[in-house]
């Protein structure tokens, strides 16, 4: 089997323009508000039409990290290794 991802690391140097850490992967498996600067709150921040309304669907990685940065969200569990369709089922949805 494949070791599971790191999505919250990954996320997070993504929006952050940061390395990941050690104790990042530590905190993935409790993942707290990034309070670094980031893009998702520049853009909010610059008045950017792109997230003045900014709706967040499929893993709940994201609402974990950013949890003021979505107008609305509908997060789903994603911590579940032996469950491969509930995050592409609940978007289609």
Do not use: C
Not at 32 to 51: C, M, P, R, W, Y
Not at 79 to 86: E, I, K, V
């Amino acid at each position: 089997a494949d070791p599971p991802t790191v999505t919250m690391q990954r996320l997070k140097g993504l929006t952050t323009g940061g390395l990941p850490t050690f104790i990042d992967f530590r905190n993935n498996f409790h993942s707290t508000g990034v309070e670094e600067d980031n893009i998702l709150f520049q853009l909010h921040s610059q008045g950017k039409a792109t997230l003045n309304y900014a709706v967040a669907m499929g893993d709940d990685t994201w609402t974990a990290l950013y949890p003021s940065a979505f107008e609305r969200a509908f997060p789903y569990p994603s911590f579940n290794s032996r469950d491969l369709h509930t995050v592409d089922d609940g978007v289609l949805k």
